[in-house]
């Protein structure tokens, strides 16, 4: 009788050693591909970003350009010497203005489109913590804990390297006196 109780808690063991295996093994795998699909997000994410930015500021220039060169010869045109008092007629004329939206427009996209570039790379990190997690703490490190590391890219910039490499950011905008 003994041998059999001995037996059923061995097997009772087992089997919850088992389905343990399985969810940690299984936690981990689903980690693991979340995180390379969130990579893969980031690229996308960075891409479409300079994507929006660049066309944007294209379509700004072009039309700064453009204007620079119709306005020379409107002005010619509208205030030559054919019409006498050209001068008090430009003060009290509506002449073609040059509109800056495109330039708010362009600025408000890159604050935005940064901040979503952050969010995501957010997640990227929030994913490779859960992930170390689950193959560094116990009992997930028995069953996972040989697993590598995933490496994640996070996209940063040469000052931001630099600053944390020497604790150091003096390098202010904003001159002080």
Same mark, same amino acid.
């Given at each position: 009788?003994? $041998? ?6 061995? =097997? ?5 050693? $088992?389905? +343990?295996? +399985? ?17 893969? @997000?980031?690229?996308?994410? #960075? ?6 930015? !660049? ?8 039309? !700064? ?9 409107? +002005?010619? $045109? ?14 009290? %004329? @509506? ?10 427009? =362009? ?9 979503? #570039?952050?969010? %995501? ?8 913590? %859960?992930?170390?997690?689950?193959? +560094?703490?116990?009992?997930? @490190? ?9 490496? =994640?890219?996070?996209?940063? @910039?040469?000052?931001?390297? !630099?600053?944390?490499?020497? $604790? ?10």
């Amino acid at each position: 009788m003994k $041998g059999w109780i001995a037996l059923g808690i061995v =097997v009772f063991l087992a089997v919850v050693a $088992g389905l +343990m295996w +399985m969810s940690y093994n299984n936690t981990e795998i689903r980690l693991r591909n979340q995180i390379g699909a969130q990579q893969k @997000s980031n690229e996308a994410v #960075f891409d479409n970003t300079w994507k929006i930015i !660049k066309e944007q500021a294209g379509i700004a220039d072009q039309y !700064k350009e453009a204007f620079a060169k119709i306005y020379p010869d409107l +002005m010619a $045109g509208r205030y030559g010497n054919a019409r006498g008092g050209a001068l008090l007629s430009f003060i009290t %004329e @509506s002449n073609p203005q040059f509109d800056t939206k495109l330039y708010e427009k =362009v600025s408000n996209s890159i604050e935005a489109q940064r901040t979503v #570039f952050t969010n %995501e790379q957010k997640k990227l990190l929030d994913l490779k913590r %859960e992930h170390d997690n689950v193959r +560094m703490t116990f009992p997930g @490190s028995v069953f996972v804990g040989s697993r590598p590391a995933i490496e =994640v890219v996070v996209v940063t @910039s040469t000052r931001t390297e !630099k600053a944390f490499n020497t $604790g150091k950011d003096d390098d202010l905008l904003v001159p002080t006196k």
